[in-house]
């Protein structure tokens, strides 16, 4: 990072940063102080989120938002039975010249909006899932690389499931965080009303540029780490695996299957981020803690026993814990 002497300057830079973009966001979003900090979590650990809420929670504009004071590229996609993949990678279409000519689709932006996820079929998913992972996509045997940042939201509804095709587990496993956005408290509606209920649009300024937010994905990843947290990382997610040697009784009792170990790279990462935001140099075994519910909660899986004892994932990761 050429304008910072050290990798500490620039951590105290990041500190300084997230302070800035919670307060830019804070004009236009009351409350919701977890779900804007593991967001960008998200971004700065260059991974992607699923978002869970019922409708009318601003999820289109809490990203919006946050696309602005970032200052990157937004689409949002509204996913529906009938969507094709062509519509959200791009198509080949003849011009006059009868040359083949590639037209973007939707996905060929920073920060991506993919609403409502699970109401389109498993095709158009997995279209979606290749690019997230591979930050590239095929068309017609031509690879298009996308521009970088790049980062997916996608949100479910998780009352009405009629008519919607549920993400298979392995696709889950692509986002980092599994993150649950609440109704406001009573004082913050209050304050909801009031704010948008006038023509009063507040300014949203731009801390940061998709260069810093790069320079600052490869600070995250160079954050040292003690063995000892590593220890404690890889024992949790191995406590979540029923019958296997570190099970823990919980996982033995209520579980199918615990997480994989893209759990335990997720939690090592969320700890770096975490800790760096905090205005800490490494992460600790508080920092593995918690970032462990928006990372687990997507990736264990209950028993019948535990939906009939009314065992929610959030309590027995906290069992777990």
Known sequence: MEQYRDDVEAANALAGKYAQLRQEIAKVIVGQEDTVHQLLMAVFCQAHCLLVGVPGLAKTLLVQTIANALDLKFNRIQFTPDLMPSDILGFETLDQERNFKFTQGAIFANIVL???????????????LEAMQEHAVTISGK??????????????????????????????????????????????????????????KPTVNKILNAEEIIAFQHLVRRVPVTDNVIDYAVRLVHKTRPNTENASKEANQYLEWGAGPRASQYLILGAKCHALLRGKY????????????????????????????????????????
């Open 143 to 200: 690879r298009y690389k996308l521009d970088l940042p790049f980062f997916v939201l996608a949100t479910q509804n998780p009352i009405e499931q009629e008519g919607t095709y549920p993400l298979p587990e392995a696709q889950l496993d692509r986002f980092m965080f599994n993150v649950f956005l609440d109704y406001p408290s009573l004082e913050a509606e209050k304050l909801i009303v009031k704010n948008t209920t006038t023509d009063n």
């Open 282 to 321: 490494s992460p600790d075994i508080e920092d593995v803690k918690a970032v462990a519910l928006p990372i687990l909660r997507h990736r264990i899986v209950r028993n019948f026993k535990a939906e009939a004892e009314g065992k929610s994932v959030d309590a027995l990761i906290q069992q777990i814990l």
């Open 114 to 128: 993919a609403d409502e996820i699970n109401r389109t079929p498993p095709k158009t998913q997995s279209a979606l």
